[in-house]
């Protein structure tokens, strides 16, 4: 098993590049290249020479700006051609690395290469000898890449390829990529083949792996590659590449960093990095994908919403991979409610919507707000505070506000009606709400304040003018706290609306 650092190798403005159907030119090569070196990958495979002139030019530009200590390849076939162009391509790069692939899988040298095993052996040993001598002879840090193409499809003849890569090694290759260039089968026999390769070459061979995504396990079988002894894990940005993808890199990071391996990326640059590609690759990200997708920290379901709320801005969450700030991402899990939410979400939607709520009065609105989402699916966050004020701020009960005037200082005239008999009283008091509590209990309705507040909101509250809510509580039947809210233009009429739907909520519970 390894203990060495991962070494990531980015392969997006290659096989992420080759797959778009719009390939980038030097322009936006050069904005991605840069990202990579903010990211702090250890290496970036620049392109494919041969492909094109636009990518000859672009490989040779990024090679002169690349910074001294990331590892700049090109890609070549085993012909002399390509691996001439590769080396004149990015030979005043600090570290240029020629990258020969050739595959060695049965398959794939019968029907595609038309080569027998022995064919094709000596032309990679020849093609890497070749490559060595030629990036050497323009840069003394010239290194060679040789990838087995189709490794994942070498399980039959795994003893030859594992012999031709010593002899490989031989010739002056510096690492060996293993890649499973299309994903067909289970990851754990790919990965004992990685590690079977490891331990019969030697130990300052790197051992790569390039793992193409067509059934969705990439991620996992390149980690669990890293432990069988790969160092080099060849990902690209928002896991762009032929057909399904290459390999994530954001997933593999963070599954490594979760799993306490020392990193060099900076993991923070992830989620920019991410919505760059997306708009310069035009490759949208999907609302669920892993880390990054919109969807990606929301939560629907009432268990779920329950576990995240207790470890909100906790290292560790309930029901989240990450911090989503180890990736840069700003916004927090998102709680949604839907049929299968709860009255926990309905708390959080209100406080984060900068209203004051208990969890009995979650509780209470949650039938209506469910009612609603049996309809709509999610409810939007409107529609909820809409119940909420619906709900909670007109209690109907025997009691009936209709009228609070102040007369003088310190008294105040109210009128309401109780079970349809009419009132019109005067309370003197220490305030409106001394005051009308005094002039109810006058009338024999007496009851006990015991919290009072009043908390600016930020907007017009849904347009009456009021930018303030009144919270009133009193004791109940057993010593419950009832509380009654109101807003209105007019503080003072505010509270006593609060004091009346305390009351009938209190005959109501009591
Ligand atoms: O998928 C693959 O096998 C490749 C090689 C060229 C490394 O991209
Ligand atoms: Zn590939």
């Given at each position: 098993m390894t203990n060495k650092k991962p070494f990531f190798y980015d392969i997006t403005l290659r096989d992420g590049n080759q797959a778009l159907k719009k390939p980038w030119g030097i322009k936006e090569k050069e904005i991605v290249f840069n990202k990579l070196v903010e990211?702090?990958?250890?290496?970036?495979e620049v392109g494919f020479p041969s492909a094109s002139e636009m990518d000859y030019d672009a490989c040779e530009r990024l090679a002169k700006i690349a910074p001294k200590n990331i590892v700049i390849s090109a890609l070549a076939r085993c012909v002399?051609?390509?691996?001439?162009?590769?080396?004149?391509?990015?030979?005043?790069?600090?570290?240029?690395?020629?990258?020969v692939f050739m595959a060695l899988s049965p398959f794939h040298m019968q029907y595609v290469?038309?080569?027998?095993?022995?064919?094709?052996?000596?032309?990679?040993?020849?093609?890497?000898?070749?490559?060595?001598?030629?990036?050497?002879?323009?840069?003394?840090?010239?290194?060679?890449?040789?990838s087995a193409e189709h490794f994942g499809d070498c399980e039959?003849?795994?003893?030859?390829?594992?012999?031709?890569?010593?002899?490989?090694?031989?010739?002056?290759?510096?690492v060996i990529n293993l890649p499973n260039t299309v994903e067909r089968y289970r990851i754990k026999p790919l990965v004992d083949m990685v590690n079977k390769v490891y331990e019969a070459l030697p130990k300052d061979v790197v051992i790569a792996v390039h793992h193409h995504n067509d059934l969705g396990m990439s991620t996992a079988s390149t980690v669990e590659s890293y432990f069988a002894g790969a160092t080099q894990l060849e990902c690209s940005l928002n896991g762009l590449g032929e057909r399904a993808g290459n390999t994530n890199m954001y997933e593999v990071a963070v599954a490594l960093?979760?799993?306490?391996?020392?990193?060099?990326?900076?993991?923070e640059k992830i989620y920019e990095t991410a919505l760059l590609i997306a708009q310069m690759s035009k490759v949208k990200i999907h609302e669920k994908a892993p880390l990054i997708g919109s969807d990606s920290l929301a939560h629907r379901s009432g268990i779920h919403q329950d576990g995240a709320i207790k470890t909100k801005g906790m290292k560790k969450g309930a029901y989240r991979a990450i911090d989503p700030k180890l990736i840069g991402r700003n916004d927090d899990e998102i709680i949604g409610f839907t049929s299968q939410s709860g009255k926990t979400a309905i708390?959080?939607?209100?406080?984060?919507?900068?209203?004051?709520?208990?969890?009995d009065e979650a509780i209470r609105i949650s039938p209506h707000v469910k009612k609603e989402a049996e309809i709509l699916g999610e409810v939007p966050v409107n529609k909820i505070v809409e119940i909420y004020f619906r709900e909670l701020f007109n209690i109907a009960g025997p009691f009936e506000f209709l009228s609070f005037n102040m007369i003088e200082a310190d008294t105040f005239e109210l009128r309401f009606n109780y079970n349809d008999e009419y009132y019109d009283i005067k309370g003197i008091g220490n305030g409106p709400v001394d005051a009308c509590l005094n002039a109810l209990r006058k009338v024999g309705f007496e009851r006990t304040l015991s919290g009072f507040e009043q908390k600016a909101v930020d907007a017009d509250i849904m347009g009456s003018g009021a930018s303030a809510i009144s919270?009133?509580?009193i004791l109940g039947k057993d010593g419950k706290d009832i509380i009654g809210r109101a807003f209105d233009k007019n503080t003072a009429r505010a509270n006593v609306k609060a004091i009346f739907n305390a009351m009938n909520l209190a005959e109501i519970e009591d």
């Open positions: 990211l702090n990958v250890n290496g970036i002399k051609a390509d691996i001439r162009k590769a080396v004149d391509a990015i030979k005043d790069a600090p570290i240029p690395r020629i990258h290469l038309n080569k027998t095993p022995e064919e094709a052996k000596e032309i990679v040993i020849r093609a890497v000898k070749y490559a060595k001598e030629e990036i050497l002879k323009v840069n003394k840090n010239g290194q060679v890449q040789f039959e003849n795994i003893d030859f390829v594992t012999d031709t890569l010593k002899e490989v090694v031989k010739a002056g290759a510096d960093y979760n799993s306490g391996v020392e990193l060099d990326l900076n993991l708390y959080e939607i209100i406080n984060q919507a900068g209203y004051p709520i208990s969890v919270t009133i509580h």
